[in-house]
């Protein structure tokens, strides 16, 4: 085998053809490199840039007042709707009497068993409905 001739210092011969390529492909990995950088810079110049935070534009996505971020109205919506919650209904003394005489024939704590019993008089109400008013009742007269 002949020995690689050298030439400035670099060696001559196929291991020098390849780092020709790997310098070339350097160089061409950078120029992509700065056309990309250039790309991105003239995109961000051409977007919009967003409106400055004021009292009619607190939050861009939030809406404000009576209008969604969008412009669109949002309608008001009911306090009870908002809580997750239907509207109150205020015992009846009809209604209490009828929890009452289920207690006395079922025991405290069976709120379903009474509810089946009384359905006619009970029938807008809930098993945790029953409960409550349970603790309401007893906690009035015992103080």
């Not at 120029?31 to 004021?54: C, G, H, K, M, N």
């Amino acid at each position: 085998a002949a020995p690689e001739a050298l030439e400035n210092g670099r060696r001559v011969g196929h291991k020098a053809h390849r780092s020709d390529t790997q310098d070339s492909v350097a160089a061409s990995i950078e120029e992509l490199d700065d056309a990309i950088s250039d790309d991105d810079e003239l995109q961000q110049a051409q977007q919009p840039r967003p409106a400055q935070a004021d009292a009619t534009n607190a939050h861009p996505l939030r809406p404000t007042g009576k209008s969604g971020a969008s412009g669109i109205p949002v309608p008001p919506r009911p306090a009870a709707a908002l809580k997750g919650r239907s509207n109150r209904l205020k015992w009846s003394k009809e209604e209490e009497d009828a929890l009452r005489a289920g207690v006395a024939r079922f025991g405290e704590g069976r709120w379903v068993d009474i509810l089946k019993a009384h359905k006619d008089v009970l029938g807008n109400r809930t098993n945790v409905n029953l409960k409550d008013k349970w603790r309401t009742i007893t906690l009035a007269t015992n103080n």
